[in-house]
């Protein structure tokens, strides 16, 4: 007898953990997304082979600077997660950057691009770093005639924009960033256990998920990216210290100039977020527990136990994905024609 | 009759072509060797696996330097032909590096590293610029300190140097990344034409092949990359200007204090030279041509015609060669104990 309802009470209890793990991806799946198993399609930007190729170069090439130092890949490092692992950007001049650089990895799934949003996909981001002063320090005319010295250039960008007029043009070379960029998709062990693989998750990350869920951090860091749409005041509940949230970068209040978007950010993404310290726009902290620690303050009001800021970190871990084998492109050498790389600080 | 003779004539004619060829390639081998068909061995440091592969996450891994900025990727760039396309490196602080960067390719090969030979092989030039104040200013001791802080990296040394008590070092570093860099070796047309294959080379490249020889080039660019063993000085017939050959860097003097080595630089090897303008190493010439007729008059006093020129260049640019495979390597994260990247200068 004792032996029996023994044996009932333990299928019961296995039945309720399947349900209780049935019902935690039943709550993830109504506000997380599986990365796709394809490259996501670009709005108004075919996605070829011949423009990703193209767009792996232009990605690597130094040369779009004026510097000749930084490539977009200088601050987007494809080996360390997609970021730089610096505060800010170090960038012409040994100019900083005024925000961390964010990471490229799954960027295109973001849905509007930088801290603020000002970008509405990609190919509009791409523009900015290589004008920016204090970045690559170049500008469109002088990308276009780097462009067009080099044939192998030329006959790329022929290839990945067949039957235009004029198919090397600054606006050209963002989409075929763009288009390599829609590549850099990392499917991490949280995509596999959203897909119905139980074992992919271990029971911290799922408690951690539960407590994600639970404390109301998805109810901003939410969709394929686990954040990387919506903006929110960084400090709902408390402000943060002025060395986490400086005074002076009021976020989408520049984008905006609506007194409501001070201090409005763009939630961040939380993919391979283990990779990219330091955190926050600022980068300021190194440390991704206290960085949730902060969090879970500033946003939530929230004091996390010790084990439950480990369960949150477990999750997050959870996002670190793999990238695609990326094999180092080989880039035509300059000609006459080429500008010369020039270090001079002139803005 | 007459077409008898025709027939001759045009026999003769062929076997004079392929006793020329066979002439020219005789030669050739004398002076020259093609590149092996193996990964190099190299002195004091078995290549094996686990070190190419950690010594290339090492090579990639902008956390050498104290900024976090510069790995050496940053200068020894390998989309684009080993070197960084700059007259003198870009380093910490924005500084300028004193003489041109060199190639990483095929530099195993090479009998001692930098322009002026000082160091004995590629993990004694490796320590060089990690440690060089313009360019990536950082310590030895810190270096470990960013390795220890990492237990990627920490299992990583331990398969790369199985049985030592200390496997993360500053030495083992570069001896790993020596490793890494004895992978980099290019087949170029001209290998395949010294191993027998004619159909590698055009006419007008076995043409500036037998004037590279005729002229006496190949007295200081020889072996098998072309250059890259024995000293000689610069202008040894006639010094070209002080742009190109600034008074103030005396080459190997600065290593050996003698006064026959003032203006001594390491002749230059030449595989993939057409990748890598600028040239010298002052890096102040731009065109290929232009520095072939700078050569030819400052050190065997010969004006070269153009045809000439173009004909040695075309032998050149049969010296460009074919990169292996190299993926992007996936770098450990930061952990608490990782010193953080600065930009301050302090020396």
Tied chains: 1, 2.
Aim: proline fraction near 8%; glycine fraction near 8%.
């Amino acid at each position: 007898m004792i032996r029996r309802v023994l044996m009932m009470a333990t299928a019961l209890g296995c039945l309720t953990g399947a349900a209780q793990a049935d019902a935690l991806r039943d709550a993830a799946l109504q506000m997380f997304k599986p990365l796709p198993s394809t490259v996501p399609a670009v709005k108004d930007n075919p996605v070829t082979p011949e423009k990703v190729e193209l767009g792996k170069a232009l990605f690597f090439d130094p040369r779009l600077s004026a510097s000749g130092v930084f490539s977009c890949y200088s601050c987007h490092n494809l080996a360390t997660g997609g970021d730089d692992n610096m505060e800010t950007s170090v960038g012409h001049g040994w100019q900083k950057g005024p925000r961390n650089a964010p990471t490229a990895l799954n960027a295109v799934l973001n849905e509007a691009q930088f801290w603020d949003g000002r970008a509405e996909d990609l190919a509009a981001q791409a523009k900015g770093p290589i004008q920016a002063g204090v970045e690559m320090a170049n500008t469109p005319e002088q990308v276009v005639l780097t462009l067009n010295s080099m044939p192998a250039y030329v006959a790329a960008f022929k290839a990945s924009f067949p039957g235009e007029g004029e198919p090397v043009s600054f606006d050209n070379m963002a989409k075929a960033i763009e288009a390599f960029e829609a590549t850099l998709i990392t499917p991490a062990p949280f995509d596999a256990w959203l897909n119905g693989d139980d074992a992919a998750l271990s029971d911290q990350a799922k408690a951690g998920l539960q407590l994600f869920i639970d404390k109301g951090c998805s109810s901003c860091h939410s969709g394929v990216n686990v954040g990387g749409h919506g903006y929110y005041p960084f400090g709902l509940v408390e402000k943060p210290g002025a060395d986490v949230l400086p005074p002076g970068d009021k976020g989408r209040f520049a984008v905006t100039e609506t007194a409501d978007d001070a201090y409005v950010f763009r939630a961040a993404p939380l993919r391979n977020i283990a990779l990219t310290a330091p955190y926050f726009h600022s980068g300021k902290v190194w440390n991704l527990s206290v960085a949730v620690e902060i969090m879970a303050e500033s946003q939530l009001g929230e004091s996390l136990k010790p084990e439950e800021t480990a369960q949150m970190v477990a999750f997050l871990d959870s996002l670190t994905g793999k990238l695609p084998e990326i094999t180092v492109p080989v880039l035509p050498p300059e000609t006459e024609a080429t500008p010369r790389p020039t270090s001079e600080v002139t803005r």
